[in-house]
């Protein structure tokens, strides 16, 4: 039995179109859509005016309603024909007539056809009341001549009233309220691009390739363990908790359909996107076929709308499809042939009296069956009203390991009773959670287990082991560090420690790293560059920066990546280590957060400024040309040091063949540029800095005063604003994040300051996920952090005040 061919496996460079009514979105997301897959924007509006000479409305009146429609549908197709790979194409209105959508029918078997739609309140507000039902029922029709959908969220402006750090948090520091919210449209910037690799198919790779051992780049199925956490249509529309409640409670998300509101597919839709931009994991996507509390439907009523239902599924492009390969040939066929990128977990479910036993042979040809059809995963699950001695099902997996030709799908593999799932053991992958406070007593599959009971399990038996992780290096005690992993790790049900130790030398590092239960360690002065030559495996981020902040110990049996990511958590002799660098990617977080559609970088004009030339410079600076940044300045106090640094940059982007943005009159191609004096005018060839990074250290490892560092009025001439993000929060409020508020406040509105415990918090989080490989709490963390800072301010306060009274 050959898996159907795929329909919806197109070719990654095929041409994307977005199509949907007057103000779903579609030219914002067009234009970050195209940013980001670093393609063409294509738009109708403009396509028609360059190839008729006159704007549709000159063209209107100018020959009249018949041959406008004529000529706007001639050009329509044209435009399609011409730009078959390599653009997104942002359709206008001439998507609602028949014609047009006849064309993109065509269109959509061999490129993508994304309808983007968004909560009717939005487009409203664009349109007459009198006009907005007629175009509403219109623009459903995008439904039927697209393959894909995607829900544009509305992004509320920010209530904080514009505080990028710590908003999330709740807690208030000196800054709060005073610093500029991240850029409304950031979201949607996350989601669609998020949307975009799914459908381009580039995103696990992206990933693997990016960091071999970041969370995402390790799929669910392949992990050593991982949980999903069940959430019901029902439950979710009227749960009394917050989604983001949700975060970090299992490994994916397995949402359940099992009730049918008006207006379900919308409604379906935009649950997908909410769980996308709260929780961020993989969706599996299941169509409950005999929902509880609905009506009972006939066989032929049920294929119907579960294959609709389906569809749905596989048109927002979830992760995983669950298909019950129970139910027949031709539904199954049907999800198989529209499948596209998602991945399919081919169910057996034995849900009554009488399942089937795992010693029974038709138990294998189920699991055959799956096989042959192409799922990703196989899920088998019994119901019992008695013992199922584990035994059994460790026989069953063993049988299959035995007698079946490899490549094997990964089982997920479990009994249950109405007591909910025998033991969270069962399966190793993918096994069914809730959230601890989750009232839900229609679902007898999450009633006992949550995440944190299952992890902590594995430590409890010995599967997995307590584990020390560390802060080195010679300033280490003011670290936020500990608080914040510790917090994750009682959070997360692991019982490692995480402590912060100050020390200096390479033998020191040694001795700590070579004990049996080592976990991780992050590292600061002056071990990030000092052990570089120590290391035979780095992350190649590390190696273009020179400099490594996150050690992991290399444990796996064999020299498979996969095998040393998998034995995180796990003691014994490690065989190597991985020096990785999160300095960076955390800069580029937070900057990506924070900066507005104005100020998107363009390589030929965007500036930046960095300031300082240690190695967080060196991280800032390969942030910012990761992020596409061609034209970087660095200021220094040495200039001899800044001028290595830049020389640094300017090789190693010579050698991969990355230019400046701009040539200048010498010929030079140099992406990185020194200024030599805070009096020097802005350099005229160049706009003024729209990204600006202080990278002073706030406790300098010679302990000498941090430099109080200001910009020069000159260079703070960005008519658009930009991005400050400062790196030291000793204090917090430095010279330069107090005078961007007073420049906010008097000259330029649109500057969004992002200051230190933003950025260390970040780092931590990142951290925590490379050392762990599990998903961080980053809200728990955030507030972790925020509020142990404030605390060590009152202690230092409190021993201040008691030195001064002596
Ligand atoms: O700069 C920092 C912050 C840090 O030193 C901390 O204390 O959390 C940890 C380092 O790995 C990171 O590079």
Known sequence: ??????????????????????????????????????????????????????????????????????????????????????????????????????????????NPIVYIHREKEQIARHLDAADLQQLLKADERHRSCSNFEYYNLYD???????????????????LSGRQSGPSKLLSAREDFTRFLDIVTGRGATKAWLESPFSVSSVPPEF?????????????????????????????????????????????????????????????????????RGERR???????????????????LGVDYISLDLQRDDEFVDRVLRHRGRSKIIGNFWYMGFGALSWQDDRQVENYKRAQSLGCEVVR??????????????????????????????????????????????????????????????????????????????????????????????????YSLSPAMHSAAYDFSGMPHTFQDVTCSTIDRLNQICLSD?????????????????????????????????????????????????????KAGPAREFFGDNTDWSSILTCLRRAISPRNYVQPSKTTALVIGAGGMARAAIYALIQLGCRNIFIYNRTVQNANQVAKHFNDWALAQGITGGKQLSGGSHDICRVLSSLSEPWPRAYQP????????????????????????????RSPTGGVVVELAYEPLVTPLVAQMHVVRDHMSPSWVVVDGLEVVAEMAIEAFELMTGRMAPKRLMKEVCRKTWEQQQQQRQGSEMSMASY
């Not at 379900?264 to 409950?288: F, S, T, W």
């Not at 729209?690 to 000159?714: Q, R």
């Open 1 to 110: 039995m050959a898996p159907p061919k795929n329909e919806r496996a197109f070719e990654a460079n095929s041409s994307i179109v977005l199509v949907g009514c007057r103000g779903a979105g579609k030219r914002t997301l067009g234009f970050m859509g195209a940013l980001h897959l670093r393609r063409r924007l294509v738009t109708e509006e403009h396509y028609f005016e360059k190839t008729t000479g006159l704007s549709r409305g000159e063209y209107l009146a100018r020959h009249g309603r018949e041959a406008f429609a004529r000529q706007d549908i001639e050009v329509f197709k044209r435009m399609l024909d011409n730009n078959r790979t390599g653009c997104v194409i942002e359709c206008g209105m001439s998507s609602l007539t028949e014609e047009a959508q006849d064309a993109l029918r065509q269109y959509s078997s061999t």
């Open 156 to 174: 509320p402006p920010n209530k904080s009233g514009g505080h990028i750090s710590g908003a999330s948090s709740g807690a208030s520091t000196p």
């Open 223 to 291: 992990r050593s363990y991982s949980y999903a956490l069940r959430l019901r249509l029902s439950y979710l529309m009227d749960m009394d908790m917050e989604l983001e409640d949700f975060e970090a409670r299992g490994d994916c998300v397995e949402f359940i359909i099992d009730h049918w509101p008006d207006d379900l597919m919308n409604v379906i839709a935009r649950q997908i996107a909410l769980l996308r931009r709260k929780l961020g994991v993989p969706i599996i996507y299941h169509v409950e076929e005999n929902p």
């Open 297 to 315: 439907r006939t066989p032929e009523e049920k294929n119907i709308m579960d294959t609709d239902l389906l569809e749905l599924g596989l048109r």
């Open 380 to 477: 088998m699950v019994r119901f019992c009203t008695n013992d199922s001695p584990a035994e059994l099902l460790e026989g069953f997996k063993k049988r299959l390991q035995e007698t079946l030709p490899d490549p094997k799908p990964p089982l997920v593999a479990y009994d249950f009773s109405v007591l909910g799932v025998r033991t969270p053991l069962q399966s190793r992958i993918l096994n069914p959670v809730k959230h601890p406070d989750m009232e839900n007593e229609r679902d007898h599959l999450a009633t006992v287990s949550t995440y944190y009971h299952s992890y902590e399990l594995l430590f409890r038996q010995f599967l997995l082991d307590p584990l020390q992780f560390y802060v080195l290096g010679s300033h280490v005690s």
């Open 517 to 569: 239960s080592f976990g991780g360690a992050s590292l600061t002065a002056p071990f990030k560059v000092a052990i570089m030559p120590h290391l035979k495996v780095k992350s190649h981020h590390a190696t273009a920066i020179g400099a490594v902040n996150v050690l992991l110990p290399l444990r796996g049996k064999t020299s498979a990546i996969l095998d040393h990511a998998n034995s995180r958590n």
């Open 689 to 716: 800095p729209t990204m600006v990074i202080s990278c002073v250290p706030a406790v300098s490892a010679d302990g000498t005063a941090p430099a109080d560092f200001e910009m020069p009025l000159d260079w703070l």
